[in-house]
């Protein structure tokens, strides 16, 4: 091995066991990320138990993708508390905290980059969205997150943080289109309008919190400067976005599985095509 590849190793290994002293030293911090293991492997447990006698195809894969959401998160917020997916970053100049190091938890974005689409892609199911359609929605959330992590690292410019934001942002906005004007028809062709539209109410609040906690928080305007205080933030907004939400899909999935099977309601495009019967 080169001197410099030791060096390199060294040097994230110290960086490693830096972040890790500090999360073991800030309660605020650690719990956040704790509470979430827990919740994410109970979730995990309990989601597998309600789909033990659960037999259709389609109420399956629906059972699968959100089954991903807190194993997802498990792996996450491990990588997290050891310290792999977390990192101290400069800020630059113009920020609140120019020239200090901040701790950033990078690792919540690539969590997101992969439990958000599954979240999309249950309800999508659940809605019965066009294939297609669906495609393109979970495309701009994987964009959005992948923006956000772009936001949230680069320390060369300042007012490059907020044009990432801002892109992420408007993927975002794509996002919400789908699920607030396009989707609710959908749902109300497949006969699942009710309980979407408590998903989408439940999905498009807690959303919305989280560039506003990146906004106030130390990677953005450091209104609020505890990097303990930001993690529960955007914990609370998991543990509701993610535990709570897939609970309560499952459990109605669990109780209307012939009306989420490919029997049942047919979906807005199949009605719209359908020849009208003779007299």
């Not at 490059?160 to 609710?184: G, K």
């Not at 309008?193 to 989408?200: A, K, N, Q, V, Y």
């Not at 807690?206 to 914990?235: F, R």
């Not at 109605?252 to 989420?260: C, I, L, R, S």
Request: glycine share 8%; proline share 3%; charged share 10%.
């Amino acid at each position: 091995m080169s001197a410099s590849a030791t060096v390199t190793i060294a040097l994230l290994q110290a960086t490693q066991a830096e972040a890790v002293e500090a999360i073991q030293n800030d309660l605020l911090l650690s719990s956040s990320l704790w509470v979430n293991i827990a919740l994410a492997g109970v979730s995990a447990l309990l989601f597998v138990y309600m789909g033990r006698n659960v037999t259709d195809p389609r109420a399956k894969f629906i059972f699968g993708a959100t089954l991903l959401i807190p194993l997802v998160s498990i792996s996450s917020y491990t990588g997290l508390v050891s310290g792999l997916t977390v990192g101290f970053i400069e800020m630059p100049a113009g920020h609140a905290l120019a020239g200090e190091e901040v701790m950033s938890q990078w690792g919540r974005y690539l969590t997101w980059a992969l439990s958000t689409p599954m979240i999309l892609l249950a309800l999508g199911l659940l809605a019965k969205v066009d294939t297609a359609d669906l495609f393109i929605v979970i495309a701009a959330d994987v964009g959005m997150c992948i923006t956000g992590l772009a936001a949230a690292l680069v320390t060369s410019s300042y007012a490059l943080r907020w044009v990432f934001y801002l892109i992420s942002c408007a993927f975002f906005l794509v996002v919400l289109y789908a699920i607030l004007v396009e989707w609710p028809d959908s749902a109300a062709a497949a006969g699942t309008d009710e309980i979407f539209g408590t998903l989408r109410v439940l999905t498009v609040v807690l959303w919305l919190g989280y560039p506003v906690i990146w906004a106030v928080g130390v990677e953005g305007l450091a209104l609020v400067q505890s990097v303990g205080l930001t993690s529960w933030g955007y914990s609370a907004l998991d543990i509701g976005a993610k535990y709570v939400f897939a609970f309560l899909l499952l459990r109605w999935v669990a109780a209307n599985e012939g009306v989420v099977s490919e029997t049942g309601s047919p979906t807005r495009s199949e009605t719209a095509g359908a020849a009208p019967a003779d007299d």
